[in-house]
């Protein structure tokens, strides 16, 4: 079984009540896949970074990167796109480093888990990504990171029917149906899984794969 879980944005609360309802049922065999964007507008960045690091210990896990990490990263190791990271919701991520070590600094540990980051994950029958891929552009391998990264309307509203589902978070699911619930498009076979964490009557998903159950807290 995959564990496939959806934009956290700094909300370590939800992010506990998520690994505390699916945790029991995890075993030795299965992996878990984060899709990415674990810091910025939430108010816990660095508490979120802390525990992931700690939690890779224990499962097998793979951690996307999100659009947010590839700002922040570009921001804390090269002092550009400083503006564009502030306008996406950084602040709360620098706040939150210098509450808890009165600094904007990264430990060791929280700079491996930034330079660990995949851009995705391929499996048999599936595909999970942050933001989504570009059609008629080639296998994830050969597309363009920043569309794994960032692209929308052109991946989700595109007239294309993926070969392997493609699972991906990056635009909250209010945008695609209207709703805090999964969006499915069997059209596309796309599954969309940010269900908006980072608002305060959001919903952080898991979505396990291949039975589809559905995972939500609030």
């Given at each position: 079984?995959?564990?496939?879980?959806?934009?956290?944005?700094?909300?370590?609360?939800?992010?506990?009540?998520?690994?505390?309802?699916?945790?029991?049922?995890?075993?030795?065999?299965?992996?878990?896949?984060?899709?990415?964007?674990?810091?910025?507008?939430?108010?816990?960045?660095?508490?979120?970074?802390?525990?992931?690091?700690?939690?890779?210990?224990?499962?097998?896990?793979?951690?996307?990167?999100?659009?947010?990490?590839?700002?922040?990263?570009?921001?804390?190791?090269?002092?550009?796109?400083?503006?564009?990271?502030?306008?996406?919701?950084?602040?709360?991520?620098?706040?939150?480093?210098?509450?808890?070590?009165?600094?904007?600094?990264?430990?060791?540990?929280?700079?491996?888990?930034?330079?660990?980051?995949?851009?995705?994950?391929?499996?048999?029958?599936?595909?999970?990504?942050?933001?989504?891929?570009?059609?008629?552009?080639?296998?994830?391998?050969?597309?363009?990171?920043?569309?794994?990264?960032?692209?929308?309307?052109?991946?989700?509203?595109?007239?294309?029917?993926?070969?392997?589902?493609?699972i991906f978070g990056h635009?909250?699911?209010?945008?695609?149906?209207?709703?805090?619930?999964?969006?499915?498009?069997?059209?596309?076979?796309?599954?969309?899984?940010?269900?908006?964490?980072?608002?305060?009557?959001?919903?952080?998903?898991?979505?396990?794969?291949?039975?589809?159950?559905?995972?939500?807290?609030?």
């Amino acid at each position: 079984m995959y564990y496939i879980i959806g934009d956290i944005h700094g909300q370590i609360f939800k992010l506990l009540k998520l690994m505390t309802m699916i945790e029991e049922k995890i075993s030795d065999n299965d992996t878990i896949i984060f899709l990415g964007d674990y810091i910025d507008r939430g108010k816990d960045s660095y508490s979120v970074i802390e525990y992931l690091s700690r939690l890779s210990e224990k499962y097998k896990i793979f951690f996307l990167k999100g659009n947010h990490e590839d700002m922040f990263i570009k921001y804390y190791y090269t002092g550009k796109g400083y503006d564009l990271y502030i306008r996406n919701g950084g602040m709360a991520t620098i706040k939150s480093y210098e509450k808890a070590i009165g600094k904007m600094k990264l430990p060791e540990k929280h700079k491996k888990f930034f330079s660990s980051l995949n851009l995705f994950y391929k499996g048999d029958d599936f595909i999970a990504v942050h933001a989504g891929l570009r059609p008629y552009a080639g296998e994830p391998v050969r597309q363009k990171p920043e569309d794994l990264l960032w692209i929308r309307e052109d991946f989700f509203l595109a007239d294309y029917s993926w070969d392997k589902t493609i699972i991906f978070g990056h635009t909250p699911t209010s945008f695609l149906n209207n709703s805090k619930r999964i969006y499915f498009d069997k059209k596309r076979n796309i599954i969309g899984i940010d269900t908006g964490a980072m608002y305060e009557d959001g919903f952080l998903a898991c979505l396990r794969w291949p039975d589809k159950k559905i995972f939500q807290v609030n």
